[in-house]
């Protein structure tokens, strides 16, 4: 199953009031920012032996990032995390002058790698040049994708 954290609110209230238990194995959820309320009342209600949080914006094709969660784990921010990278990705967490900030300071997310990070917006150069820039840490002619969320590296490694 793959749903946005709102709607597992509602589906956790369903479920709730019938009493009943979902067979489900594994929940996927993504699209929205995904809070630590939603995941222990996953926990706690479904019972699942996976959670998935997945997250990635439409620019970087198919989710960049995921965070899986088994039970007895826990987090103490307000939202999960959204994770490590799927595939050949690049993250950086960068400041306004686009340094690369330490563990633990909050900053902007850029994206990048060769592999699935659009071309740009069509017929868009403008909105194209702001979000797509050239990637000074990857290799020449890379480009990385800014995000636009504020994220912060945790002592595990994950964002």
Same mark, same amino acid.
């Given at each position: 199953?793959?749903?946005?954290?709102?709607?597992?609110?509602?589906?956790?209230?369903?479920?709730?009031?019938?009493?009943?238990?979902?067979?489900?194995?594994?929940?996927?959820?993504?699209?929205?920012?995904?809070?630590?309320?939603?995941?222990?009342?996953?926990?706690?209600?479904?019972?699942?032996?996976?959670?998935?949080?997945?997250?990635?914006?439409?620019?970087?094709?198919?989710?960049?990032?995921?965070?899986?969660?088994?039970?007895?784990?826990?987090?103490?921010?307000?939202?999960?995390?959204? @994770?490590?990278?799927? !595939?050949?990705?690049?993250?950086?967490? &960068?400041? +306004? $002058?686009?340094? /690369?900030?330490?563990?633990?300071? #909050?900053?902007?997310?850029?994206?990048?790698?060769?592999? @699935?990070?659009?071309? !740009?917006?069509?017929?868009?150069?403008? &909105?194209? +040049? $702001?979000?797509? /820039?050239?990637?000074?840490?990857? #290799?020449?002619?890379?480009?990385?994708?800014?995000?636009?969320?504020?994220?912060r590296w945790r002592e595990d490694?994950?964002?």
């Open positions: 199953s793959c749903l946005p954290p709102s709607y597992a609110q509602q589906l956790l209230d369903w479920v709730e009031s019938q009493g009943l238990k979902l067979p489900v194995r594994s929940w996927t959820l993504g699209g929205e920012a995904f809070t630590r309320e939603t995941y222990e009342r996953l926990q706690k209600v479904l019972q699942p032996q996976r959670i998935i949080n997945g997250y990635g914006p439409t620019e970087t094709v198919v989710t960049p990032l995921i965070w899986e969660a088994y039970p007895g784990d826990s987090f103490e921010a307000a939202y999960a995390p959204i @994770g490590n990278p799927v !595939g050949p990705r690049s993250l950086y967490v &960068l400041d +306004a $002058e686009l340094n /690369l900030l330490p563990i633990g300071v #909050a900053g902007e997310l850029y994206i990048g790698g060769e592999v @699935g990070l659009a071309r !740009g917006y069509f017929q868009r150069p403008e &909105l194209t +040049a $702001e979000r797509f /820039l050239p990637d000074p840490f990857g #290799a020449a002619g890379e480009r990385m994708y800014r995000t636009g969320d504020l994220v490694g994950t964002l």
